[in-house]
């Protein structure tokens, strides 16, 4: 019998030493209501998920709906949620070579699922040495065993090494270390090239060039390398277009999704391809494991209503403006910081770096912003990566809440960094 009259605790809910965690208790708008009555901020979208806003009682009607009708079905098997859901990315917001598609649970899944995909392309086609995936520095991909591999995430890959699977890892804007990677690992042996549009979390909004991705997408081709874009963070509006991959026309092979494709509101994610990655695959009979979760038949139709809802909205659009407002009124605030050396953004992605190599100025300003009720996204990924914070705010978020975000930011630096003396 369940002891109702207990007090709840959380000193054992997390894995990490230390105070007890925020204990939330409602999320509403852009806002967080912990159980002793603050009121955060959420200035990160929680970990750059939220897009529509929290609280919708459409969205979750949609939920309540689709848990009556059903419950459980096999993952390979149709309902019209997922045919419906599948249809709406492949055609609504994927580039137009984009055409197959399946869904996960979330981005570590979906990219241990590309990594899977790209090693059956090729071991389908009769190309079966072609086994090894290539990263960049910094980069994040996941916290599976193969994807922390994969990714470039120093301080969460650090002790695990020995445990990765075979991979190469290159610079974030250096294509010409891309073909030299190749050429090191053996082209026979390369399977494919991960890389997110813009590095996000990792290292606070980095934007690569068109000459850049024009390089890696021949690079790719001469290889026979897949060019596999992980738009876990950067899909489904977070930049401003449909996906990241726009703003420069990369014709990936694959493209990972999650984070915004449910909004926060369901764990969902999915991964996507053109005919010609699927083809020997199809033609040889040979298919790819799921996971028990993949494309849950209430986070398809979840997932289906938070895209309806950014197009109904004109969030898009919205996320430009946003986006902009945010970045100037940074700009105006802080560009003549002697502690931050840029400001970077792409739609509502906001990278601020600081001048502080080695001094984790970037841990400080965010515990600084979370005692004033805000809270900002770390952005690092180890003593090699950018000390900067990041802005992933809902699509909603209003100039009010810009205003607040900015002079939060400027009083955590100020006070972050009287603590360094």
């Known amino acids: 019998m369940a002891n109702t009259g207990r007090e709840l605790s ?9 105070p007890s965690p925020l204990h ?9 209501i912990t159980d002793d009555g603050r009121r955060i901020l959420d200035a990160g979208g929680g970990a750059v998920v939220a897009n529509i806003g929290y609280g919708r009682s459409e969205i979750a009607a949609v939920a309540a ?9 096999l993952p390979p098997w149709a309902t019209t949620a997922r045919v419906e859901l599948l249809h709406q990315v492949v055609d609504e917001w994927m580039p137009e070579e984009i055409t197959r598609g399946g869904f996960t649970s979330g981005g570590s899944e ?3 699922t590309a990594l899977r995909l790209a090693r059956q392309h090729h071991l389908s086609a009769g190309r079966t040495s072609k086994h090894l995936a290539i990263g960049r520095f910094p980069s994040y991909h996941g916290v599976t065993i193969a994807t922390l591999g994969l990714g470039g995430h120093e301080d969460r890959r650090r002790g695990f090494e020995t445990m990765f699977p075979a991979s190469g890892h290159v610079p974030w804007n250096d294509a010409a270390a891309l073909e030299d990677k190749i ?3 053996g082209p026979q042996n390369v399977s494919a090239f991960f890389a997110e549009p813009v590095v996000g979390s990792s290292a606070g909004v980095l934007i690569a060039s068109q000459q850049y991705w024009d390089e890696v997408r021949e690079i790719c081709d001469r290889y026979q390398v897949l060019l596999v874009l992980d738009e876990v963070m950067t899909g489904f509006g977070r930049t401003g277009t449909r996906m990241g991959l726009e703003h420069w026309q990369i014709p990936a092979d694959i493209v990972v999704g999650g ?3 449910g909004g926060g509101y369901v764990p969902i994610g999915g991964v996507f391809a053109t005919d010609a990655v699927m083809a020997p695959i199809a033609a040889n009979g040979d298919s790819l494991m799921f996971f028990t979760y993949g494309a849950q038949d209430v986070a398809c139709a979840v997932a289906s209503a938070v895209l309806r809802t950014i197009d109904t909205e004109n969030l898009l659009e919205a996320v430009v403006v ?3 407002k945010l970045h100037a009124r940074l700009d105006a605030a802080l560009g003549n910081n002697e502690l931050v050396s840029e400001i970077r953004s792409l739609g509502l992605m906001v990278g601020v770096e600081f001048a502080s190599p080695g001094a984790a100025l970037y841990q400080r300003v965010v515990g600084e912003a979370l005692r004033r009720n805000v809270w900002i996204y770390p952005a690092n990924s180890g003593p090699h990566s950018p000390d900067a914070i990041m802005f992933g705010p ?3 978020v209003t100039d009010e809440e810009i205003d607040t975000m900015v002079s939060v930011l400027v009083d955590s630096l100020e006070a972050a960094s009287q603590r360094l003396v």
């Open 10 to 18: 959380t000193e054992r809910y997390s894995f990490v030493p230390g």
């Open 24 to 32: 939330i208790v409602r999320t509403t708008g852009r806002h967080l």
């Open 65 to 73: 709906r689709a848990m009556e009708q059903i419950t459980y079905v």
């Open 110 to 112: 979906s990219n241990e």
């Open 183 to 185: 050429l090191e690992l």
């Open 259 to 261: 984070k915004g494709l």
């Open 322 to 324: 946003q986006g902009n």
């Open 394 to 396: 809902a699509f909603t």
